[in-house]
Structures are given as C-alpha cells and as structure tokens.
C-alpha cells in the first residue's frame, strides 16, 4: 500500500561532527587561543552570521571545539523540524532505506486528501480497500483475515468511516514504529557515546599519572600531557565531510604507509608492546660501548714512566725537591 515517494528524502544531508574529547586551558588552550577564537565568535556575531543564538551562548566560546559546537548549533537551528530529524538520524546511525521508508510512508498518509478517500468510484474503493486492509495488518491478522474483513466493510457499506478510522490508525501506527527506530538509535548512540568518554577518560588518567609509560624511561609531565593532546584533541576538520581529528588521527590519514611502518616495529621490538625496555638497554649498550672506547682512547693516548707504569697528570704542580734522594741511600 505505501510504497509510493511523492518526495524524496535520500538528497538530506547531515554535518556529521566526530566527538572530540574535552579539553580545558590546562590541556592545552593557552589564553592567546581563548581571546581568537573568541574574537572570531564575537566577529561572526557582529556580521550576523549567527542570527539564532544569544549572547550568552557565544560568549562560552573559548576553545576551538567551542566555536566548532557554535556553528553546528547555529546550523541545526536553522533546519526545519524535519531537517533536524533526518540529521539526527543520519548521525545516530539510521539506514538510509530506513529513514526513506517511514518519511515516505507518512508523507503519503498525510497527502491523502478526503474527496480521495470518500470518492465513489473504483479509484476511490481501491483506495478505502488497501487503507483498511494495510490496518488490519497493522493489528496482526493474517493477510487472509485482513482481506476478509476488508471485504466485509466493503459489502457492508461502512468503508467510508472505516477507512477514515483506519487512516488515522495508520499514521499512529507508522509514526509510534518510527519514533521507536529514532529513540532506540539515539539510545545507542547516547551509551556508545557514554562508553567512549568513560574509556578516554581512563585512558586520559592513566597518561597523565603513569610516569613510566615506556618502560623504564622516565616520562616528565609536559611530555605525557602532549601525549594526551595528540590522542584526544581535536586539530583539524575534514573540509569535505566536516569530521574532526586529532593529530595522531591527522598523521595516520595523511601518511597511511609510515604510520602502519612506525606501528609494526614499535611493536615488534617491544613483543607486541609488552617489553620496552629494548629501547632502554639499546640505549645503555650503546652509551657502554662508547665508554669504553673514550676509555680505550685515554689509557692508549696517556704516557707512561719508564717503568711502563701510567704517569697521573693532575692540576697540582710538580715539587721539584720531592726528587732530592731519590733512589740513594744517605750512609751516616
């Protein structure tokens, strides 16, 4: 019955913005970000590119995932109620064939105009015969039943008010399974998005406590909280998809191959990241074999006294009288 498109839904498009984690001033926003991204808010503001938000809601902004939120805000503002659903769906996950099929649905269910439905003529009972039967089916009678009792208000002579009846039933049928789709998706997506603060957060922690990250080399605290920047902070969009990434994000899709290289031989080395005191030992061996050829150099390089034996050459001046006597023996 509903498979007509009197409009298309499929051309809707999303801004599909990937959740970056939050970071505050101490996270990495220094207060020369704070003041220009602020000042471009204020600047937009002021050329009336944000013509549905208040004051207060563009003086929040200090960082630049604020004036990203910002304009996001400022473009779900200016969707239609429609708009707004098709993007939230798209976000939260919705099959596009999904999507069409209900706005379609509806969209048909609501174009009926009711000269169609009371209409007396065949177009008019085909029409009133798929609206009863389509409810019937709604309510879980067999197609065979539902043809039955279909066939029965026809004969009765009751079609009229039945198909009025059925056709409001109809939308509440459609619209009760469609809200249902739509809240479960946001549902998802609400504990999907849950999940990965939790786990970003644990992980954020652990960065910023662990000064042992890598094995037994000492990591200083300016150190693991740029780690924490270059995993966790938004730095770049997508111009053409809008989607956000963080450095290591922007590295690994710019450098694809040397990212998966780099990958495979810290891994390797470190037997599948459980052991990196490699890098420490490699490290000692290497400063050990240097030591011992500075050694080597030294002891070569140095003079020696006729008896073979190492002439110390140190910063105190020679005393001339301790040769006096030396190697006699005084008889008196």
């Known amino acids: 019955m509903f498979e007509e498109e009197p409009e298309s839904v499929g051309s809707e498009e999303s801004v599909k913005e990937e959740e970056g984690e939050d970071t505050d001033n101490s996270a990495g926003a220094s207060p020369n970000d704070n003041d220009f991204?602020?000042?471009?808010?204020?600047?937009?503001?002021?050329?009336?590119?944000?013509?549905?938000?208040?004051?207060?809601?563009?003086?929040?902004?200090?960082?630049?995932?604020?004036?990203?939120?910002?304009?996001?805000?400022?473009?779900?503002?200016?969707?239609?109620?429609?708009?707004?659903?098709?993007?939230?769906?798209?976000?939260?996950?919705?099959?596009?064939?999904?999507?069409?099929?209900?706005?379609?649905?509806?969209?048909?269910?609501?174009?009926?105009?009711?000269?169609?439905?009371?209409?007396?003529?065949?177009?008019?009972?085909?029409?009133?015969?798929?609206?009863?039967?389509q409810d019937f089916l709604?309510?879980?009678?067999?197609?065979?039943?539902?043809?039955?009792?279909?066939?029965?208000?026809?004969?009765?002579?009751?079609?009229?008010?039945?198909?009025?009846?059925?056709?409001?039933?109809?939308?509440?049928?459609?619209?009760?399974?469609?809200?249902?789709?739509?809240?479960?998706?946001?549902?998802?997506?609400?504990r999907a998005s849950a999940l990965r603060k939790e786990q970003?957060?644990?992980?954020?922690?652990?960065?910023?406590?662990?000064?042992?990250?890598?094995?037994?080399?000492?990591?200083?605290?300016?150190?693991?909280?740029?780690?924490?920047?270059?995993?966790a902070k938004p730095v770049y969009r997508d111009p053409e998809t809008g989607e956000m990434f963080t450095a290591l994000q922007k590295y690994e899709m710019e450098n694809r191959a040397d990212f998966i290289k780099y990958i495979g031989t810290i891994f390797t080395l470190t037997n599948g990241f459980q052991d990196f005191d490699t890098f420490v030992k490699g490290k000692v061996e290497k400063e050990k074999k240097k030591g011992l050829r500075e050694l080597e150099r030294t002891l070569t390089n140095t003079k020696k006294s006729g008896s073979g034996n190492l002439k110390l050459v140190t910063s105190a001046k020679l005393d001339p009288e301790s040769f006096i006597n030396k190697g006699w023996d005084l008889d008196i």
């Open 37 to 133: 991204y602020s000042s471009i808010a204020n600047a937009c503001a002021v050329d009336g590119a944000f013509q549905h938000l208040d004051d207060d809601r563009i003086k929040k902004v200090k960082t630049a995932e604020d004036f990203f939120d910002l304009i996001e805000d400022e473009v779900n503002a200016r969707f239609d109620e429609k708009q707004l659903r098709l993007s939230k769906a798209l976000e939260n996950g919705v099959e596009v064939s999904d999507i069409k099929r209900y706005e379609n649905t509806l969209s048909y269910i609501d174009s009926i105009p009711e000269k169609d439905l009371v209409e007396e003529s065949e177009k008019g009972e085909a029409l009133r015969r798929n609206i009863i039967f």
């Open 138 to 190: 709604n309510k879980g009678y067999s197609q065979d039943r539902a043809k039955k009792l279909t066939e029965r208000t026809i004969e009765a002579g009751t079609d009229i008010e039945d198909a009025k009846d059925a056709l409001a039933s109809n939308r509440e049928f459609f619209q009760k399974a469609y809200d249902k789709l739509l809240s479960d998706a946001q549902a998802e997506a609400d």
């Open 200 to 231: 970003a957060d644990k992980l954020k922690n652990d960065i910023l406590k662990d000064k042992h990250l890598f094995g037994d080399i000492e990591i200083t605290p300016s150190i693991r909280k740029k780690v924490v920047d270059n995993i």
